[in-house]
């Protein structure tokens, strides 16, 4: 990787050789004209228009302001990969990658709002900034778009960066600005000093709202996470036919986690979360990141995994698959109850139920289990109760979770519009019980000790009932073996 370059000779790094006159008469000439033809609109850019609609009439009269975000330091002088701020994202229709220190800003008019985005245009290959800025040089970067084909590309009216501090004082006081705080911090202060007070109740209503909007999917949206969906399992499989090469080279966890990556990035921007790839016990911690573990035949391998797309959206799905193709008698004891307790969620989650019923409902069918395998100490009706709880110690987690371009989606959303909330048309999220026991537990039986088990499939909610997004993957044990024996090119 090439070393960050100056803005400036007066800001060159002591390795690095100041730019001679020469040069600098030199890099501008030769060059091809830049293309006139503008590019077709983003893919998401008729939603995103439609999302800016919506929020703006939330709040009428009033500025929104709603950044990018800015580039975070990986090490030294190198930077992690650019993602937009998910608000940023929903708004603008600017997915992957893009676009670093931009900020939209929707103005309150007579007739409404109005959207401005500012963002750094591409700069003259006059200017030092092409072969000396290497934050935005196009010669570091890449060609970045001018104000006119970043509008076409958004349907956004656009203005340089430069223009937003004098965009923003125009008017600014405590009850006509709100900004998205987590954005980007320097954004926040300069509303800040605007508005001379840190008004955080009101921008906290402003993410409040953000979250609560995108709770339900339009269209758009809707066909994104089926997208999202079908080449994660592209990924799954692609794990699967590679599961022998894990267990032979070692550190398998390692080799499913790359191969998964290797899809992502292929059919998608990236990985939605850090993927876990858990063999063993390790699936028996909820969040196993580490994925530094050997494969080994006879292990069950549980894969959460989901493929975000260049416009965010993301899945995430879990299969608990046999290493060698098939399950133990005992291993298939606890899959079978899992997703026994996941068909019971998934029956639950319908329009009109609370979306605590497709917990409630698979909960009772992992408690069940536990008390018929002699764990709870006691029934399960009793450890459902208020006072009991028990069965937690081998399902800890929650069943559900709203899905989209936030794998923990609509996270700000008010608890009686999310946890307390009802089902509507248009909402996805997950269902994913699991049971856990972990090898040390030795209330557990001998024979079920280690292993992990969990099965999540994303769930869309239509007027009649839902739609599986996820189904390309099959559930059952039976069709787990089959699949895997297909992919392999063996009869079961």
């Known amino acids: 990787m090439a070393s960050d370059g100056p ?37 998401a850019a008729e939603a995103a228009a439609a999302h800016r609609r919506a929020l703006a009439d939330a709040f009428p009269g009033e500025r929104l302001v709603i950044p990018a975000g800015g580039l975070q330091v990986r090490s030294n002088d190198t930077d992690h990969r650019f993602r937009p701020h998910t608000a940023f994202a929903w708004l603008t229709g600017l997915g992957t990658d893009r676009e670093p220190d931009a900020v939209l800003v929707i103005e309150p008019t007579d007739a409404g709002h109005d959207a401005t985005l ?50 923003l004082a125009k008017n600014a006081d405590v009850t006509s600005i709100r900004v ?14 605007l508005r001379g007070v840190t008004a955080s109740d009101r921008d906290d209503e402003l993410a409040i709202r ?13 066909d994104q996470m089926r997208e999202a969906c079908r080449v994660t399992a592209v990924g ?4 699967v036919a590679e599961l022998p090469q894990a267990v032979r080279r070692g550190r398998g966890e390692r080799w499913v986690e790359g191969v998964f990556g290797l899809h992502a990035r292929h059919e998608g921007n990236a990985v939605g979360y850090d993927t876990i790839a858990a063999a ?72 009109g139920a609370s979306f605590s019923d497709v917990h409630m409902a698979a909960i009772a069918v992992v408690a069940r289990h536990l008390e018929e395998w002699g764990l709870l100490p006691v029934s399960a009706d009793e450890s459902l109760g208020p006072d009991g709880g028990q069965h937690r110690r081998w399902m800890v987690h929650g069943t559900s979770h709203h899905l989209g ?62 739609e599986i997004l996820s189904d390309a993957l099959p559930r059952t044990a039976d069709d787990v073996e089959r699949w895997m024996a297909g992919v392999w090119g063996k009869d079961t």
């Open 180 to 193: 998205v705080r987590d954005a980007d911090a320097a954004v926040a202060a300069r509303i800040d000093g």
């Open 405 to 466: 371009m936030d794998v923990h989606d609509c996270a700000k959303a008010r608890n009686e519009d999310y946890r307390q909330g009802v089902l509507k048309p248009g909402m996805v999220i997950t269902v994913e019980p699991g049971i856990y026991i972990k090898s040390t537990d030795l209330l557990a039986p001998e024979d079920l000790r280690g292993i992990g088990v969990r099965i999540e499939d994303d769930i869309l909610i239509t007027e009649s009932g839902n």
């Open 280 to 351: 063993g016990d390790h699936a028996n911690t909820l969040h196993w990141i580490r994925n530094d573990g050997d494969l080994h035949d006879g292990d069950l391998l549980l894969l959460d995994a989901g493929v975000e797309l260049d416009t965010l959206f993301t899945a995430d799905i879990t299969r608990t698959l046999p290493v060698v193709g098939r399950f133990t008698p005992a291993q298939r004891r606890v899959y079978e109850a899992v997703l026994e307790a996941q068909q019971a969620g998934i029956a639950a989650a319908k329009p």
């Open 210 to 222: 953000l979250s609560t909007l995108r709770l339900v999917k339009d269209d758009f949206e809707q």
């Open 118 to 167: 500012y963002f750094k245009p591409r700069a003259p290959r006059t200017d030092p900034e092409f072969y000396a800025d290497s934050r935005y040089g196009e010669m570091w970067v890449g060609q970045r778009e001018s104000l006119e084909e970043m509008r076409v590309l958004t349907g956004i009216d656009c203005a340089p960066i430069a223009e937003l501090d004098h965009a």
């Open 7 to 43: 803005t400036s000779d007066q800001e060159l790094p002591n390795r690095q050789t100041p730019f001679s006159q020469a040069f600098r008469e030199f890099i501008p000439q030769g060059w091809a004209p830049y293309p006139t033809d503008l590019p077709e609109p983003l893919p």
């Open 236 to 239: 799954f499989e692609a794990v």
